[in-house]
């Protein structure tokens, strides 16, 4: 994109106010985190339930930000004269114009895609096939929403010859809006599902939305063997090209056969009267129908070829994308070693700059996958976005990347190849930095991150921080936009890790951070974060800390109260916050109504306190069967309340609401409400919207041929029935899995088949029937993932889902993903 200050304003119909002097815009900017390069960028501020742009506008002036499109006029324009205010009914339709204006100027095939799953993953793998073909502009990550699918569109330009896009809808009306700025010439259907449904009546409605995508396309690509998806599009387009893949004879792309073995699916297709075989590794049936969908728009694309002339036997897991882990000598990777280009790149920075917890960043570069264009001008780019993010040094690997080292003006060192990098890696003395990794599929960058990262972790639990981001929002949407959110991250939050949880909430602007003890919240303090913490259980023994690091601490009784009047002492004239704990009927912590006249006492006659907040724990919140008792535990947290403030006279933050209440009780919302369980997938609602954010997986390290009458394990309390192939797992209860999962009781799954447990659990190993199963050594074993849950584990143990995250060892390693 780069258009005039004058055509973009015409463009987006904008009023203009201020020094708005003539000058090129190339960039756009909508997070006030994210500014790379102030001189070619204007800023969207866009308002939304959850937030305002417009309140970060006195920040980015301070950041070199000089144009801005905004819909609100601000008595502040007067004192930023030498800024440039464009003015419009509405930011982001004036996005959609821009978009729109721009996708117009282009006559090359469009693709998009829609559907419930798969987008992401279809559009992928069709680039990384159909670019040794032609030049292919993708939409960047899931870039598919509002705001994603015009950004994307604005990344067209002359260079390029096929555009694919995603787009995503959450209620009706969306899709009228997103086919105008694609505009696509082809079009794709995966699946029809249930994501997003709380926006619809039935799924029809959710399908005939999505299916708008389709109303100017010249052909649509689906899988004949959905009858609904076949079905509505017949009725809806029943004069419109298709071209179909699937069992059906009457499909274009016509599938014969399908054979699996526990590494791969060979397939037999049948394309106009000739059978072709191809394999894909992956035995799953949403990868085989993704990889059928990508080959029939390579077919539809490239009309002059065959089945045959593409090699899907390379395709990969997309999850391969953005991972955090855990490096060698306290270091941090961000694993992004399948993709490599401008776009990508500038979110992998923007992961990169997230992350406060090593102050050295180091990036491991490889050559770009750039078309058409110049390529110092590339390289150029490149060198201006590690200069303005702050990157302390730059590995590039590749003969292109080399050839431009002069234009890197930090630390550096530069490497014909991978090999040659990882001959060389040990010289580089790596050590307390975050690494990122980002290399085109071709180098291989997975085995610069094996070397890279701690070794000898063959089971992981895997946290997606895509699903984290999803359960936040769900709460986010259930709130008015003043309510503040108080998140639990104490118990390494939940297990799933205190700090990457903490700093992801920390981006999301969250009000607060709960801990138990103070130790945690120093390492926090530690490592970055600055949001208010609240410490739950806090030691009264050294509370210089508590000023320290600027923590604030929970009361619960008069003798805390005594203490840290005592000593906290007067902090330059300013008072101290303390968080005062109600007991409301939890009998466990806190004032009782009773005690609140003493208290009031207290804090008028003690000025180097105050309440910053007031509150309470509910009991019961996620049983209706005890609806009664919480509601006569809100009530009597209201007079309380109520009688502090007006004895006080100040305000203060008032919370009683977690995770169940927040579903279930919107009355008890009040000012804040605290965030726990919930985020991490777990939730009280018949109707549960929240997804799983937890993979605990590990691999089969031996398998044992067990005779018929022989036992497995400690104690002999398994006897193989019959012979029997016994598969033994890196995991035991030292890890967390508890010992109640042994002899059947607990199952994993593998190669997507279930396996029990046999014998009981070690301290270190598991041993599980594999009888049943094609499975080898080495292969990938899942304890529990989005099918079989947490929740599922939790049933078998009769306990409850949040003490099976929790008893996770902290030994076992944390791999962070963004999908």
């Not at 009361?555 to 968080?579: A, C, D, T």
């Not at 398994?718 to 035991?732: E, N, V």
Request: aromatic share 10%.
């Amino acid at each position: 994109m780069n258009y005039s200050l004058s055509e973009f304003s015409k463009i987006i119909d904008a009023e203009i106010i201020g020094n708005c002097q003539e000058k090129n815009i190339q960039n756009i900017i909508f997070d006030s985190r994210k500014v790379i390069s102030s001189d070619i960028a204007v800023f969207f501020a866009f308002e939304t339930s959850k937030n305002d742009g417009h309140k970060y506008i006195e920040e980015l002036i301070n950041k070199g930000i000089k144009i801005f499109v905004v819909h609100k006029k601000f008595t502040f324009f007067e004192n930023h004269k030498n800024c440039c205010f464009l003015i419009v009914n509405n930011t982001i339709e004036a996005l959609h114009k821009l978009a729109v204006y721009h996708r117009k100027k282009f006559d090359i095939p469009v693709i998009a895609v829609t559907g419930s799953n798969g987008k992401t993953i279809v559009k992928e793998w069709f680039t990384s096939i159909a670019s040794d073909f032609s030049k292919i502009l993708q939409s960047p990550k899931s870039y598919n929403s509002q705001l994603g699918v015009p950004l994307s569109v604005l990344e067209l330009d002359k260079f390029f010859e096929i555009a694919f896009f995603e787009a995503g809808i959450s209620k009706m009306g969306e899709m009228s809006k997103i086919e105008k700025i694609i505009q696509p010439k082809i079009g794709i259907i995966t699946n029809i599902g249930d994501a997003h449904q709380e926006n619809f009546d039935y799924i029809e409605q959710k399908l005939n939305e999505k299916i708008q995508l389709f109303k100017n396309a010249e052909i649509i690509i689906y899988n004949k063997d959905n009858s609904l998806i076949d079905k509505t599009l017949a009725l809806s387009y029943p004069f419109k090209q298709k071209f179909t893949f699937g069992l059906s004879e009457n499909s274009d792309l016509i599938v014969k056969k399908i054979y699996k073995n526990h590494l791969q699916t060979n397939i037999c297709l049948k394309y106009q009267n000739i059978e072709y075989d191809f394999s894909i590794n992956f035995i799953d049936d949403a990868s085989i129908e993704n990889a059928l969908t990508v080959l029939s728009a390579l077919l539809v694309v490239y009309k002059d070829k065959t089945p045959n002339s593409f090699d899907l036997s390379n395709l990969y897991q997309i999850k391969m994308r953005l991972q955090q882990i855990e490096g060698m000598n306290n270091c941090t990777i961000i694993n992004d070693s399948y993709n490599s280009d401008l776009s990508s790149l500038k979110i992998a920075i923007d992961v990169l700059n997230a992350q406060q917890q090593h102050s050295k960043k180091t990036i491991i570069l490889s050559d770009l996958n750039e078309v058409g264009k110049d390529e110092r001008t590339i390289y150029q780019t490149v060198a201006n976005l590690v200069k303005y993010s702050n990157i302390d040094r730059i590995f590039g690997i590749g003969q292109k990347i080399s050839k431009f080292a002069d234009l890197f003006k930090i630390p550096k060192s530069f490497y014909p190849d991978t090999h040659s990098f990882i001959l060389d890696l040990f010289q580089q003395k790596f050590n307390n930095e975050t690494i990122l990794v980002k290399g085109a599929r071709n180098f291989k960058f997975e085995k610069i991150t094996k070397e890279l990262q701690l070794k000898n972790h063959r089971t992981v639990l895997e946290i997606n921080l895509n699903n984290f981001e999803h359960n936040y929002q769900y709460f986010r949407e259930l709130l008015k936009p003043e309510t503040k959110i108080m998140v639990m991250v104490k118990a390494f939050s939940y297990g799933s890790g205190s700090y990457e949880i903490a700093n992801f909430l920390q981006l999301k602007n969250v009000d607060y951070l709960a801990v138990a003890i103070a130790d945690e919240g120093i390492e926090l303090r530690k490592a970055g974060i600055k949001t208010p913490i609240l410490i739950l259980n806090p030691d009264t023994d050294n509370i210089e800390i508590f000023k320290t690091y600027s923590l604030e601490p929970e009361i619960y009784n008069f003798r805390m109260l005594e203490i840290f009047s005592k000593k906290i002492g007067n902090i330059k004239n300013e008072k101290f916050p303390v968080h005062i704990k109600i007991n409301t009927g939890m009998n466990r912590l806190g004032f009782s109504e009773d005690d609140i006249e003493k208290l009031i006492t207290f804090f008028k006659q003690n000025n180097n306190l105050f309440i910053k907040s007031a509150f309470s724990h509910l009991v019961g919140s996620s049983d209706s069967k005890f609806d009664d008792f919480t509601i006569n535990q809100a009530k009597l947290f209201e007079k309380i309340t109520s009688v502090l403030k007006k004895e006080l006279s100040y305000n203060f933050i008032k919370h009683i609401a977690n995770s169940s209440a927040i579903e279930r009780f919107p009355d008890f919302h009040l000012d804040m409400v605290r965030l726990g369980i919930g985020l991490y997938g777990i939730s009280s609602s018949t109707k549960n919207f929240l997804k799983n954010i937890s993979t605990l997986k590990t691999r089969i390290i031996q398998i044992n041929n067990v005779k018929k009458g022989d036992s497995v394990g400690y104690d002999r309390t398994w006897f193989a029935q019959k012979d029997s192939k016994i598969a033994t797992l890196p995991i035991g209860y030292a890890d967390g899995l508890s010992r109640k999962l042994s002899n059947g009781v607990g199952k994993v799954k593998i190669n997507n088949s279930f396996a029990p447990i046999v014998g009981n659990i070690c301290m270190d190993l598991t041993m599980i029937d594999i009888t049943e199963i094609d499975a080898g050594e080495g292969d990938e074993v899942i304890i529990f993932d989005e099918e079989y849950t947490v929740s599922d584990i939790a049933k078998l143990l009769g306990t409850i889902p949040y003490e099976v995250l929790t008893s996770i060892s902290q030994r076992i390693k944390r791999v962070y993903v963004w999908e």
